[in-house]
């Protein structure tokens, strides 16, 4: 039995997992190729500043990071996590007590990074990464307090940091990474959430 083009639906779904699998071997290989990039330079002459690195994946990046050379300013909440970023990294990453939701400590982290910046020197790269859950409840539950508190941090702190940073990175011609979420396109999580990441994808879309 033959379609009307002459073939027969055995011969389509050959085609169309042949066109799948290439579409897959494609895929593999770009992803492939991305991660065996080597960015260019010296990467030590490099420097990031990067916010929420207590724990989680401002630690990691920042321990990712001392692994490939560069000098990394890890933004902490807490002495307790300062101390643990010092513990596990090298010499070349100097933690920076900053409360993103504070622009009188936000400024402090900014003159402490600076004066830690070779003359003529900018940011290579700031990373938003301070972020909360917030509240979780039902939308009746919730109060406007439980959505300040997950603004602040995740949509306002993320704000006031670019906007506080932004002369190291014009100076650098840097780049800007903001961690946002998933729940930033689809609503499928606490309401303060998923709000502050709606607006940091709005910020995001018109920083760009």
């Given amino acids: 039995m033959y379609n009307n083009r002459g073939r027969s639906p055995h011969t389509v779904m050959l ?23 080597l960015l260019p330079g010296n990467n030590g002459d490099k420097y990031v500043f990067i916010t929420g690195c207590d724990t989680g994946f401002g630690f990691m990046l920042t321990k990712r990071l001392d692994s490939l050379g560069f000098k ?13 970023v010092k513990n596990q990294t090298s010499n070349n990453i100097i933690p920076v007590q900053i ?4 622009q009188a400590s936000i400024d402090q982290a900014f003159t402490f ?18 972020g909360i859950a917030g509240a979780v409840g039902p939308v009746d539950w919730l ?3 439980d959505y300040d508190v997950c603004l602040a941090v995740n949509l306002f702190g993320m704000i006031d940091v670019t906007k506080t940073f932004l002369p190291l990175i014009r100076d650098y011609r ?7 979420s ?12 998923v709000v502050s990441k ?11």
């Fill in 182 to 193: 998933m729940m930033g396109r689809i609503a499928a999580a606490p309401c303060p959430y």
């Fill in 143 to 145: 109060s406007r307090e």
């Fill in 72 to 84: 990394v300013f890890p933004g902490c909440l807490t002495e307790r996590g300062m101390d643990n």
């Fill in 15 to 37: 085609e169309i997992l042949f066109i799948g699998l290439v579409l897959i071997i494609l895929y593999i290989t770009y992803k492939w190729y991305r991660y065996c990039q």
């Fill in 198 to 208: 709606f607006g940091a994808e709005g910020y995001c879309d018109v920083l760009r």
């Fill in 174 to 180: 840097g780049r800007i990474v903001n961690i946002t």
């Fill in 99 to 102: 409360d993103v939701t504070k």
């Fill in 113 to 130: 990074v600076k004066s830690k910046l070779p003359p003529n020197k900018g940011l290579w790269g700031l990373v938003n990464n301070a």
